[in-house]
């Protein structure tokens, strides 16, 4: 101990002493570090953090019912709930629970969030112990509209009731209706899905928005479920037992349980971690996040290198040093600990900038607000798990970036130091370690940068995608009416008066009304009953739809193909219709004439609706879908309380979007505003993937290429600076500047081909894991290939010109003295 002490003085001592060196290495390092610590931070709140505070979490399963169409990984109906409930045998206890957009006010003016609705056994199958007063239990979960509670999450008794004990048994406004807050949750519980924030808890039976029906109909199946194994039962033995229900379930209900394939639905069973991303898009969510890991981690291998180079060149100036330590009588074991100590406690400098920076990524993340059009509050922290991470990943690094030079330096050649000769590289030698140093890092470089290239490229063809509308200057807002205690007609009455005073502004277009924002994560589907056609087996008939008020087409650029758009007169009490794409047309009717068809959208016994209309085909849910059969009801006929109000502007639409603000301030002071925004704006989740892909990418590439050209350039200079003698000689002799620099440049674009050679080659090996994200682009895309390429041999030969400029300006007198 005592000696590592000692090298831990000297090394701090001898950096100390050395504050250029020190500097630059610990911003890189911590540039690399940071990285990994940023991304790791993203990845553990999303797919590793366990919900704080919860017991054994070891033991909590998540239990899904298959779709009707559309895989294993469904929601469940409240009667299914409670019968996986009384399965006794095999889970200690079960809790159902769901989320819904809440207008919450503490007091002040109300905002939208996210509401948990939990079933009586949540709490206590979590085994959570309250920060303040208590949890909901079976005593609060009664008839609906009974004694309302609720339960706030630490963070919100913090901010918004500073944290008093008094705030226990305070009153909120849940959608216009008071909540007695009853208690407060553990710190750091934010619910079970994962990176999703969550403020605020009550019982699913007092849910504002709760029909009469929802908690006995198996047709509402919005309801998560979780579960907690039994003692010495296995999750292997809960599922035979689920499957035998599932079974039971068909028999009882065959009709509810009945898939389109017509056998029964399935209950599947899985661990409580695949509740923190939803497990239809676990896959995604999980090769997205190795690949970032992979690349942060090509990174910091790429900074690794640098400081190496830096160690080495260090090195040479105390092999003097080194080689009077040695002939004294210090051991190659003992020169070499001390090296490596001087490497750690560099590394776990810029550990410390890196934790730093990946505490600005975590803030930066939290305050992200992702274009969806319900609110979402994201959850990323730096825990302890991200420091042990960091201190890990700094103590592995000085480590690895510091043996090599380590070795290399505790093996002078004594006789030669001592004397004080200068020990030169050969000219003409080739690939030593701090060249095979270069080498590795401009063949990683060229993976990111590649990797970038074909996601920009693939960001670009899916922005240029025609997606059937036009949503240029288009203003966005959403409102959840029902949430603040509206009915029909009131609701009806506000966006009556709301689309005629957006009508009445100056610069507006138009104005309407729709559920569904295309392209904007929000979207459904709807079973029917299409007049002559009759499904072959196992053949699905639900349909994405949307509801949209009158002049919707017309707003949205939509062209109307055939028979007419929705009118004012589309109303209760006239004839129910139906719009519909060509697509659907096409798939339903083919050759036929579709205007005046059927429709029924309420079961076997609905009317059906005549189509009055066919409109263009578009893009629905994704840029890379094939035409999808698509039909419009219109919001006359359909009630819906949560609409998006859609405005066109002739030019600019921010003053628009701050006079629509006014205007719905004025009808209703109190009433929040769900993500305001323009069109173009909304629809960018569609290429989220492609732009959170291509804009890390870039900027990992961009700092890989920056360090790796520091590198070169610091090879090149080293070892202009080692031939100084022989530039002069050559000078003497007649050779030209340019000859010189001929040499110099040739020599680091050696370097860089070879490196190039390398990363060509492992990029079009690796890119192919990436053809699932990509859009309309090869993985092998060979303008991606060439154009980084051509970018790095670039950026090389201007490292290697500056130093071959200073050998040129050797002069032969000097040089032919030099020592």
Known sequence: MESL????RYAARSLWKSPGFTAIAVLTLGL???????????????????????VEPNRLVSIYTSDFSSGDFGTSSYP????????????????????????????????????????????????????AGRLIGPDDVTAPGTSPVAVVSHGMWRTRFGGEPGAVGRTVRVNGREFTVIGVTPPGFRG????????????????????????????????????????????????????????????????WWRTVRGDGRKLTLRPESYARVPPQGRAVVVTMSAMLMIVVGLVLLIACANIANLLLARATGRAREIAVRLSLGATRRRLVQQLLTESVLIALLGGVAGLAAAGWVADLIVRLRPPVSFPVRLAVETDARVLWFTLGVSLLTGIVFGLLPALRASRPQLVAELKGDVVRRRAGSRYGLRDLLVVGQLAVSLVLLVGA????????????????????N?????????????????????YDQLLERARALPGVEGATLATSVPLGGSYGRRGTRIEGYTPGPGESTEINWNVVGADYFRVMRVPVMRGRAFTGLDRDGAPLVVVINEAFARRYWPGEDPIGKGISVTGAEGPFRPVVGVVADGKYRSLAEDP?????????????????????SAGDPGPVLARLRQEVQSLDPNLPIVNPTTLKEQIGIAVLPQRLAATLLSAFGVLAVLLAVIGLYGVMAYAVSQRTREFGIRTALGATWRDVVRQVVGEGLLLAGTGLVIGLAVA????????????????????????????????????????????????????LRYE
Do not use: C, K
């Open 453 to 472: 290239a074909l996601f920009l490229r693939s960001l670009g063809r899916a922005q240029a995608v025609d997606p059937g509308f036009d949503a240029e």
């Open 192 to 255: 079970l899905q994962g990176v999703l924030e969550n403020e605020l808890w009550i019982p699913i039976t007092m849910d504002p928005a709760l029909d009469a029906d929802d908690l006995t109909s198996m047709g509402n199946r919005s309801f998560l479920v979780v579960g907690r194994l039994a003692d010495g039962v296995t999750a292997e033995q809960a599922q035979a037992r689920l499957t035998a229900l599932a079974r039971s379930r068909f028999e009882q209900f065959p009709d």
């Open 80 to 131: 299914d709930f409670e019968a996986i409930r009384a399965e006794r045998q095999v889970f200690a206890s079960v809790a159902a629970y769901s989320f819904q957009p809440v207008s919450l006010s503490t007091g002040e003016q109300a905002e939208m969030l996210n509401a948990t609705l939990v079933s009586a056994e949540y709490f206590s199958l979590l085994g959570l112990v309250p920060g």
């Open 474 to 494: 288009v203003v966005l807002m959403s409102f959840a009416l029902e949430a603040q205690g509206y009915n029909q007609a009131r609701t009806r009455a506000f």
């Open 5 to 8: 002490l000692a090298d831990v």
């Open 628 to 648: 999808l059969p698509y039909m419009y009801l219109p919001f006359g006929q359909q009630y819906r309380a949560w609409m998006t109000l859609h405005v066109r």
């Open 764 to 815: 079009a090996a690796v890119t192919r894991f990436a053809r699932a994200f990509l859009f309309d682009v090869s993985p092998l895309d060979p303008v991606a290939f060439g154009a980084v390429t051509l970018l790095l041999l670039g950026v090389t030969a201007v490292a290697s010109y500056v130093p071959a400029r200073r050998a040129t300006r050797v002069d032969p007198m000097v040089a």
């Open 32 to 54: 690399g570090i940071g990285a990994n610590s940023a991304i790791f931070t993203l990845v553990d709140a999303v797919l590793l953090r366990r919900p704080a505070g919860v």
